[in-house]
C-alpha cells in the first residue's frame, strides 16, 4: 500500500514538474508572443494593437521614433489590403534584460488592383532583426533592422 501511495506522489511531482517545464512562459516564449501578436495586429490593420508592443524608446537607423513609426504605420497600412505574411524565425538571444530575434520574412500586399511583395521577394526572404528590452512586465520593440535594406515593393 505505501508502495503504491509512493509511485503515485513520485509520478504526481514528475508530471507537475514537466508541466511546469512545459507551461512556463521563458522569454523566448514572450518574445515569439511579442512577434505573433505583432504579426496579427498587422494582418488586421490594427495600429493600437501593434503600437501595444513597441517601445517609447523605439529608435532606428533612419531616425525613427515611436511617434513617427506609428504615423508611417497608419500611412501604409491604410493603402495596404489583403496582407499577407510569411515568416520563420531563425535565432533569439537574451541577455538580461536586452534581446534579438532573427527573421525571415515575404510579407505580400494589395494595392488597389496591384499585388506584390512589400517584404522579400518568391526567391528570398528579407533579414529582420527585431531588438527588445524588457520592461517590467514584458518585452517591447526598440529597433527593426533589414525592412528597406531587401525589400523590392511591386508598387
Not at 2 to 8: C, E, G, M, Q
Not at 29 to 38: A, E, F, L, M, Q
Not at 91 to 111: C, M, P, Q, T, W
Not at 138 to 151: A, M, P, R
Request: hydrophobic share 40%.
Amino acid at each position: 500500500m505505501k508502495k503504491n501511495r509512493l509511485t503515485f506522489v513520485l509520478a504526481a511531482l514528475i508530471l507537475c514538474a514537466a508541466a511546469v517545464y512545459i507551461f512556463y512562459p521563458t522569454d523566448e516564449k514572450r518574445i515569439i508572443r511579442v512577434i505573433n501578436n505583432s504579426e496579427d495586429a498587422v494582418a488586421e490593420k490594427n495600429i493600437d494593437k501593434l503600437m501595444e508592443y513597441v517601445s517609447y524608446n523605439y529608435r532606428d537607423d533612419y531616425g525613427s521614433s515611436y511617434i513617427q513609426i506609428k504615423k508611417i504605420l497608419q500611412t501604409v497600412l491604410s493603402r495596404l489590403n489583403d496582407i499577407k505574411i510569411e515568416r520563420t524565425i531563425t535565432k533569439i538571444s537574451v541577455r538580461e534584460n536586452f534581446a534579438e530575434a532573427e527573421l525571415d520574412v515575404r510579407v505580400i500586399a494589395s494595392e488597389g488592383k496591384n499585388r506584390g511583395y512589400i517584404i522579400g521577394d518568391a526567391g528570398q526572404a528579407a533579414a529582420i532583426k527585431i531588438f527588445f528590452e524588457k520592461s517590467s512586465y514584458k518585452w517591447l520593440i526598440t529597433e527593426i533592422e533589414g525592412v528597406f535594406e531587401k525589400s523590392r515593393s511591386a508598387f
